[in-house]
Structures are given as C-alpha cells and as structure tokens.
C-alpha cells in the first residue's frame, strides 16, 4: 500500500504514504489514547467543549484530549489557555485525527469524520481508520426524524449519546440502525454548565431553514440570494418591530433579544433595529443567555430543552410548519410533538405569538404548573454527572 501510494504522480497520494510512515513509527511510543473534541469548525461552546472542560478538571491517565477548532476563531486562544488545542484542517489536525482511538463531536457533519475535505483525499487514508471510533454528543436533542442522515450506514457512531427519555426510545425505535450498545441515554455534557443570573430578558432565538442559505464548505452556511423575500425574514422582522410587544416591554421593564441561528447572523443588517432590541451575535456563551434570560421564543431548535432543564418557560412560533416538514429542512416528524411535549404554548401567527409574548411578561414570565411537570417528566437526570457519564462510557469502548 505505501510503495503504491508513494509512486502514483498526485501529490495527494504521496502525502498519504508519509503519513502513514509517520504514524507508524509514532504510534508505537504514544502512551496514552488520543481525543479529538470538537463542536463547529469555527465555534466552541457545545457539548464538545463541555467535555473537553471537565477532562482537564478530571482528566484520565490513559487520555489525551485535544479540541479542534479554527485559529482564526475567538475560542481557539480562550481553549489553548486551559489544554491541547489544534487548528482545523492543519497537517497537525490530519496527523492528530490518523492516530486518534476516539473521534467526540457534537456535530455529524461531513468534516467532522473527514478533515481531509475530498473523497478522493479520505480514499488514501481509509484504510488507518479502522481502530477509531467516532463518538456523537449531539449539538441538540434529536426530537425530529432524522434517520436519512443520521443512520449507521451513513455515519457508524459507535456512542450515540441521548438527553430524554423519548429521544433514546426513538433511535432505537426508528430505523437509525444503532443497538443499545451504540445508544445511551447520559445527559449532554453542557448541562453541567447550566445556571441562572436572570436580566429581565426575553430572548428569540429561532432556527435556520436549510433552503434558505447555502454551503460555504467546512459546515459553514450563509443566506442565501432570496432571503430578503423569505417568509422566514418577513415574519422575524415584523416580530421584533411589532408596536404593542415592544410597548409591552418597555413598560414592564423587559428587555427583547434577537439570536439568529449563526447561519443567518451574516444577514443581521437586513432587520430593522429598534433600539428596544437588543442583536445578539452568536460569539456569546449560550449558557450565559439562557441563564440571563426569563423566557425563550424558538421555532424547532432545540435550544428550547436546554432552557427548560432550567425549568423556564418557553414559547414556540411555526408559522411555517407544513412548508418545513414538507421538505423546507433536514428532518421531519419525530418523536417529539410540540403540542403534546413542548415546554410551552405554540402559536402560528405573527399576532398569535405577540399575543402570548405579552401575556407572559404581563405576568412576570412564570413558567405555568403544566409546562413545569412536562420538563420533570421529559429529563430523567437533574444533576451535574452529564459529563461524568459520558466519559465512562467513552472510556469502555474499543
């Protein structure tokens, strides 16, 4: 294999055959197991980082974890201060990734499980893949179908970690293709990092809509050329320029904050900025907004469990929720049904959703006795083990 790669004229293939004489003679020496950790490309502050935290507050004797994040991004010099840090797609991210036994990510995307950008690049390598195992944290809990991305014959996670009860039985349940040896029922490591600081905020924080943005490469999204016309900006838009809820806050001493998914931030001067709005950008920590703020408007995102596990209300805006399970998106309907699970009301109108933004700040965003027995029921963990939990069972696999 080395003297058939090392005599093909690519440079590619020739890179490959030194790389796996490297490897080769480093592995023998290397004492203790590589982790590779990551969340995006670009951005830590995920379940990722979660983890990558507590292994240097408790680290192992047989591990040695290092995360993986762009240089150019804010998080990569904050990380390096505390343990191993490599840049993404460096020569040292492909070694690291050729000697690693454990793959741990909260994301699934194609540059997780193939740093080397091309098929044909991951081709020359393949065959020193065998021994890793690729570990999913998840970056939200999987309360939608996602079985045509997320199957073993199309990933292979060897620890599929779940949050909820409902979620574990479902990728049992649906045909994902994993056993309960690939699936467990842990908690997300970020949950340990949870806690309240409250600001009188109320914070939206929809999701992004996979036909209106388009691929930058590297698990990068923007919007794309017709989001100006989208249904999606029309209603935000007119939601955080909306008289009587702005009106309404102001005179309680609510503040309303706009998060756009980190796919459409690129697009934040298109909104109309009212000065009783604060634009959130993405660079701050989730867990700080979700502790700061008192309620949380989302559309499908999975932020909405993270903010009750703080046992807070939510309330869910989908106005366009046959457009989105017809095709709009990455998934369809799953085992979570927003009526009968979700952590609040769920409106589908512009007015519908002001109406009930308003109501609860005319009552001081308390989370009503029924939403509050449905968070109970929906988290069988309420502690700060998450983490603990999934490092043991990463540590069992082989």
Known sequence: MLWEL????????RKAALSRLLCAFVRPFLRREIWLISDRANKADDNGEALFLHLQKHPQK?????????????DYARLAQLGAVTDFQSHKHKILFLLAKKNISSHADEFVINPFERAELFAAYRGMLTQQRYVFLQHGVTQNDLTDWLNRYKKNIALFVAATAAEHESLLRLPYFYTEQKVKLLGFPRYDRLYRDERRCITLMPTWRQHLTVALGGGQRAPGPDFAESEYFQFYNQLISHPALLDCAQKHGYTLRFLPHPTIVPAMELFAHDPRVTFLTGKEAYREIFAQSELVLTDYSSVAFDFAYLRKPVVYSQFDKAALYSGGHLFTGGCFDYERDGFGEVEYTLEGTAARLMEYIEKDCALKEEYRERIDQTFPFSDRENCARCVNEVLKLR
Request: avoid cysteine; charge should be positive.
């Open 6 to 13: 090392g005599t093909r004229k690519k440079l590619h293939n």
């Open 62 to 74: 047989k591990v040695h974890p290092v995360f993986v994040i762009r240089r150019d991004s804010p």
